[in-house]
């Protein structure tokens, strides 16, 4: 075999990320290599079998993505995706809607269900809830020089055009909880939408964070969620949808072939030299225009570059990122009956006899004092839970949420209900050790005892097996997942956006050495599981260093600011227009 290959373009990490930056840059006639160190690639969009016929989401399951421009930029509908709205899906203001509280359920009022649609941009004709999610999410940041304030963030942007008297430069300052004290009306229902953020990226209680809290939120809510992704079992199937796309551009992709050091030479990042036990014989693979990272940031610049490249300073404050945002433990569990929710928490359109279970709960709600209870145990105190079970807050999706023609079993007379997960301490900062959660008879039983609080047939008759991961878990099977999250970096507002991780990173550009971009989820914003946003927001940069030129398919965000002196990404823009 040859010793050396050479492409444009070298990305490392095939998870969602690099795959979604493989397909763009593919897409615009470069060459790609693309090398994974798992067998598989996907990272955290992974769908594994415990047992013959029982499939469940060991990580990501939630489509974040609705609004992606890359689901038309992409053309997925040609690789073996499509979506469609669920039939009878609840659109927060157009029906009963309930939130579950230890006293039972609490319902939603008129107030709540008009203001969640005021904020989201449901209301304005037409409704601008696109336009919110793609100026939070799928925009690149503006370069350093651009003063951050009312005028110039995207999402203030978007509610100034369309929502004006929302548009108020307090808004820069609140909480998520602050923006639901203004619109919304029940505690139960303000503190269910606080949580679903605390665990979908942007926390509902970081001053500065309300627009990102809340849209972590909508984008995981009717009408955003299609199926059949959400939390029905297929975003593994979108995944491969997205690499056929990569492939069928001419992207190639290495497997088992882990990245020792990223070379450079002369301030420039020329290739990068696999490690000696990658199965692919070339061990060293040049690229002509650009490396790009896009495993996490930790190990990118403490193992793969290192101190020979990087100012001490600078790498300093790379070792200092802070990983505190929590981590998950997750449990499904095997079940000879379906779920039987119990008689207090069943609804007028679920009720057991006409639905046959419930779609799973987000529990408990009652009060944003059990939230801070939860969040302060796990953030504040770093520790294994020590809140008894049933102050214990938890989500959970259970077997009807899945679409029928992808059932996650299909051995007669089984159902799996999951993932149930529960926000824990992350790993490397669990004052109680790096396996503290590696009990899985002790958390397992906690889990469930969690679950029986809604759940009154989660017995040893009715349970096969209880499946359980520990974040510590999770991170050994993907080494993706620092900190057994799929956050990476903890998300408030001195990470976020402009400053995430640092802000001279924001951009994706490294500082000092040319030719070298990050592309996952820790070194960039948004973070989290906004689907094909890292890889859209990287384009802007790599059209401007003249790197990727795409065709006419190709549209940039509306709130995209040039930087001074490089191309615009905004087709027909002449590249000496900066600013706007």
């Known amino acids: 075999m040859n010793k050396e290959e050479r492409y444009d373009i070298v990305i490392i990490g095939a998870g969602h990320n690099g795959t979604t930056t493989a397909a763009y840059l593919a897409k615009c006639g470069l060459s790609v290599c693309m090398l994974e160190e798992r067998p598989e690639c996907g990272g955290a969009q992974e769908t594994c079998e415990p047992i013959a016929g029982v499939r469940i989401q060991p990580h990501a399951i939630a489509n974040y993505g609705g609004s992606a421009p890359g689901w038309e930029q992409l053309e997925m509908w040609k690789y073996g995706f499509r979506m469609d709205w669920k039939a009878g899906a609840i659109v927060p203001f157009d029906t009963d809607r309930y939130t579950t509280t230890t006293d039972g359920l609490s319902k939603v009022t008129d107030k709540d269900k008009m203001g969640y649609a005021k904020i989201t941009g449901l209301l304005t004709d037409p409704p601008f809830f696109k336009d919110l999610m793609r100026a939070t999410f799928w925009c690149p940041p503006h370069p350093c020089g651009v003063e951050l304030n009312e005028h110039t963030i995207p999402f203030m942007q978007v509610y100034k055009q369309h929502q004006p008297d929302m548009w108020t430069r307090e808004l820069l300052e609140w909480t998520m909880f602050d923006l639901m004290d203004e619109y919304l009306d029940t505690e139960p229902f303000k503190v269910n939408q606080a949580w679903i953020a605390l665990v979908s990226g942007a926390h509902g209680h970081m001053e500065g964070a309300a627009i990102p809290a809340l849209c972590s939120v909508a984008t995981v809510m009717p009408p955003a969620v299609a199926m059949p992704v959400a939390p029905r079992g297929n975003i593994h199937g979108y995944y491969h949808a997205l690499l056929r796309c990569a492939i069928a551009h001419g992207a190639v992709v290495r497997t088992c072939c882990p990245v020792e050091e990223i070379i450079i030479e002369h301030g420039r990042a020329v290739g990068v030299r696999l490690r000696d036990d990658a199965t692919w014989g070339a061990k060293k693979i040049y690229a002509n225009k650009a490396v790009i990272s896009a495993v996490h940031i930790k190990p990118t610049f403490l193992e793969m570059i290192g101190p020979r490249h990087l100012d001490s300073g600078f790498l300093q404050r790379i070792k200092d990122l802070s990983l505190k945002g929590g981590s998950l433990y997750m449990t499904h569990y095997l079940t000879r009956e379906r779920l039987r929710v119990r008689p207090k928490f069943q609804t007028p359109r679920y009720r057991y006899e006409d639905y046959g279970s419930f779609t799973g709960p987000f529990y408990p709600n009652d009060s944003r004092e059990l939230y801070f209870e939860n969040v302060t145990e796990v953030m504040g105190h770093q520790r294994n839970l020590t809140i008894p079970p049933e102050r214990a807050m938890y989500g959970m999706v259970a077997s009807e949420t899945y679409a029928e023609c992808h059932p996650q079993s299909t051995r007669p007379g089984y159902y799996i209900n999951g993932p149930q997960w529960m926000l824990v301490p992350t790993p490397e900062y669990n004052v109680d050790g790096m396996d503290a959660m590696e009990d899985k008879v ?139």
């Open 442 to 580: 002790k958390w397992n039983e906690y889990m469930r005892k969690a679950l029986s609080q809604v759940v009154e047939n989660l017995d040893s008759d009715n349970i096969v097996q209880i499946l359980g991961e520990s974040p510590r878990e999770q991170e050994f099977r993907n080494t993706g997942m620092l900190g057994g999250s799929w956050y990476g970096l903890r998300c408030d507002r001195d990470q976020w956006w402009n400053e995430r991780p640092l802000p001279e990173l924001a951009r994706y550009r490294v500082p000092g050495i040319d030719g070298l971009y990050l592309s996952h989820q820790s070194s960039a914003h948004p973070g989290g599981l906004c689907l094909m946003a890292v890889g859209y927001n990287l384009m802007h940069i790599l059209i401007e260093d003249g790197i990727a030129e795409p065709g006419d398919w190709w549209y940039a965000s509306p709130w995209y600011i040039p930087e001074e002196g490089k191309i615009s990404a905004i087709p027909n823009r002449p590249s000496s227009v900066a600013t706007r």
